[in-house]
């Protein structure tokens, strides 16, 4: 089994998230890795929805809740006995998907753990468009973790 030195963590706040976090929190202890924690902020949805006064206001209020999101995930890690960098970043105009790829690039991570909102196709479940993205596009292992399997 490969030896995993740094993992990255996408957060975005939802319960999957979190299930990905605690699978990442695991691998991490069995691996002596290190976890770098990420929260993308989608500007472009912002834009999008309000006009310019209202979108400036709701863009401070995604990046509030970032930096909560990460702060909680810090304080969990802590409980678990490991340290982790928590990096925010603001995309405007690309894909989330996108950037957290260039971070795994950058950060030289060894691999991404992500929890993954499956659709509904018919009778079968495809991953959540966000997990398919980075997957595809990574240049390193991608653990796309499910929400859980409970109905």
């Known amino acids: 089994m490969p030896r995993y030195r740094t993992i990255l963590v996408p957060l975005d706040g939802s319960p999957t998230g979190s299930r990905g976090l605690r699978q990442a929190l695991a691998l991490a202890t069995a691996e002596r890795a290190r976890l770098v924690l990420l929260h993308v902020v989608d500007e472009s949805a912002a834009y999008a929805e309000f006009e310019s006064g209202a979108s400036a206001d709701l863009v401070r209020a995604l990046v509030r809740d970032g930096r909560r999101i990460l702060k909680r995930a810090q304080s969990l890690a802590g409980r678990h006995g490991k340290e982790a960098?928590?990096?925010?970043?603001?995309?405007?105009?690309?894909?989330?998907?996108?950037?957290?790829?260039?971070?795994?690039?950058?950060?030289?991570?060894?691999?991404?753990?992500?929890?993954?909102?499956?659709?509904?196709?018919?009778?079968?479940?495809?991953?959540?468009?966000?997990?398919?993205?980075?997957?595809?596009?990574?240049?390193?292992?991608?653990?796309?973790?499910?929400?859980?399997?409970?109905?």
């Open 85 to 151: 960098r928590a990096l925010l970043r603001e995309s405007v105009g690309e894909p989330v998907a996108e950037e957290i790829v260039r971070q795994a690039k950058r950060l030289h991570c060894d691999l991404i753990v992500m929890g993954t909102h499956a659709r509904r196709r018919g009778a079968r479940r495809v991953p959540g468009s966000r997990g398919a993205l980075v997957a595809r596009d990574s240049p390193v292992p991608v653990l796309l973790v499910p929400r859980s399997s409970r109905r």
